[in-house]
């Protein structure tokens, strides 16, 4: 198609954020990497203890909690004796003593405890400098307060979730003419390759891969949450999609509402209780009676009162 031609449109210009929210993004951005640094640096400890026949991880579910830091600091400090280190567990842990005991019956070498100590010391460093950007973070956000408060009451977002929305579109989305355009952006949406009226691919697009991210983490939160809709759709698509095409699904309808609730400026609302149609606790009922009927049992679906059923 010629460029002078009155059909060819010029694409949309790329969204670039104002000053202040560019440095918000920044600091954002930058505490995501230095939790990123905590998982290379537990990733790598774990290596460590296993190589040393340390067997940590098998009875303490996190390696760098509380009861994890405490034997590990133990360990250098010359500490060998397993039922010293297994009596710095904390009483909640599931194992016995006995157990921790017998995971810890291991020996650190020279080189291995100097490994040890270097990465905890980094850690360290990094929890501190972790705890400045949040500070630094919340400074700003003191006038976007009413925004951060709205995005908390979606079910499965929190504090840490919210400040990194709000740091890559914005307290308003005006940029975003659309909840689809902000979707599109975000990359929680089919792509659309096609060819001769063919499609060829519809894998989501790279797009914003920090926000990508964060709502795909989101919506596994906002599933865990008790009769949320977010849950409800999950269930619905799963059994259809499959557990990852499902979790995708809610991420985009958990992108449509944050730009509704930011666009309009309005509060979260949960929505009212689906009622079941008649269909579906129909085929529930068939569902159960196949069951039923696999283990040698027979079930005759009787109604008692039909006018008590939903349409």
Known sequence: MAWGSDLYFAPESSYVPPPEQRDWRLL?????????????????IEVLLEQAQLKLSCVVSDVLGVSGRRILRALLDGVTDPDKLAMLAQRKILATKEEIAEALRGNLSCSQHLALKKHLDSLERIEVDIADLETELAKPRAAQQPVLQRLCEIPGIGVRAAQPIISEIGPNPDAFATAGKLASWVGACPGMCESGGVSMSSRCAKANPYLRRLFCQIAWAATMAKDSPSRHKYHKLKSRLGPQKAIWAVAHYLVRLVWTILHSAIPYKNPEPVVVDRRTL?????????????????LIIQTSDPETLPA
Do not use: P, V
């Open 282 to 298: 129909l085929k529930r009922a068939t569902f159960l009676k196949a069951q039923l009927a696999r283990i040698g049992y027979s």
């Open 28 to 44: 954002s951005r930058e505490g995501i990497a230095r939790r990123e640094d905590i998982g290379r640096h537990r990733n790598r």
